[in-house]
């Protein structure tokens, strides 16, 4: 949770909100696509293409890009894609873990690997960062849902394990089989969300100074403009002063 909605705020200063935002729509159509194409087409029936397309909403992306995302999974020339997972280092020691979607494996695997070692980090084998984090859903409000008691007791009541609050932002942490049931329970309660969806919860972190983060965010920037990427999750940690001080360069 450190620095979330700080880190909302500097990613948004540096005016890359638009670019990303081309990425982000075709990512998360990617994942409607197979969430649809491995279970049922029909969100009320098929939990992980339920929380795809809510993510996509949250995120505005267009009806009908969702609606196209779905049925393209039906069809018989829907791309087969395959979800691997990549753990390595970033520099300073920090762990990265790198989650894909891709059709062809070959051409990933290279990628991740020279982005990893033009930018001061290094890939390793499938476990080994893996053991430093937890697998959560998270669920996130923005601060006008609720004062900081209603959201911990609706986050209580609905079956999560850890609600956190700032001025800006509510984050609820749950086990990541119960995200479902604790994303609808909040619904009822507190209307819909800003986001919810599956993330690597960091159980030890690693803490950076400024030229460290600067550094980090090179590898990060890189990978996530990589259409195969899905996610890149770290277990970095940095001072507001620092965070602040990334966010004016």
Known sequence: MAGHSKWANIQHRKGRQDKLRSKLFSKLAKEITVAAKM??????KNPRLRLAVKEAKSNSVPKDVIDRAIKKSQGGDAENYDEIRYEGYGPNGVAVIVETMTDNKNRTASTVRSTFSKNGGNLGETGSVGFMFERKG????????????????????AGA???????????IICADTDLNDVSNALEAELGESESTKLIWQPTTTTE???EGLTKLMKLVDTLEEDDDVQTVTTNFEASDEV???????
Do not use: C, K, R, W
Not at 39 to 44: E, I, V, Y
Not at 139 to 148: H, L, N, T
Not at 243 to 249: L, S
């Open 39 to 44: 279970g049922d087409p029909d969100p009320d």
């Open 138 to 157: 998270q669920i996130i409000y923005p601060g006008s849902a609720g004062d900081e008691d209603t959201i911990m007791m609706a986050a209580i009541e």
């Open 161 to 171: 394990e850890d609600a956190q609050s700032d001025e800006e932002t509510h984050v």
């Open 208 to 210: 950076l100074d400024l």
């Open 243 to 249: 965070m602040e001080a990334f966010g004016n360069q």
